[in-house]
Nanobody, 126 residues
């Protein structure tokens, strides 16, 4: 079992920054991949970024160059630093854990993730 708790969301103006955190517990944190997804009202839950156990990172095209995912295994926490925010970044942001084998290239597929947090709201005003 893995428990995930997101924090750090809020209201920010266009061009601003936020740093989301995903605190994990219940299983050896360094042994699994963590992804961030987001869901806007009326839309599907979309991939944002992922970080594998070895530190490799992956990003959606829409956030490349603006968002950075990182992990601190000593703190059992994954971060999503979001810069140059746009109104279209407004969504509920979820972190998710993939505890399966560390191979493949479908890190953006939400079906490979086994555990999900409750989400944190990010609102970017224009």
């Amino acid at each position: 079992q893995v428990q995930l708790v997101e924090s750090g969301g809020g209201l920010v103006q266009t061009g601003g920054s936020l740093n989301l955190s995903c605190a994990a517990s219940g299983r050896t944190f360094s042994g699994y991949c963590v992804g961030w997804f987001r869901q806007a009202p009326g839309k599907e839950r979309d991939f944002v970024a992922a970080i594998r156990r070895g530190g490799s990172t992956y990003y959606a095209d829409s956030v490349k160059g603006r968002f950075t995912i990182s992990r601190d295994n000593a703190k059992n926490t994954v971060y999503l630093q979001m810069n140059s925010l746009k109104p279209e970044d407004t969504a509920v942001y979820y972190c998710a854990a993939d505890i399966g084998p560390d191979y493949g290239n479908n890190w953006s597929d939400r079906r490979r993730y086994d555990y999900w947090g409750q989400g944190t709201q990010v609102t970017v005003s224009s």
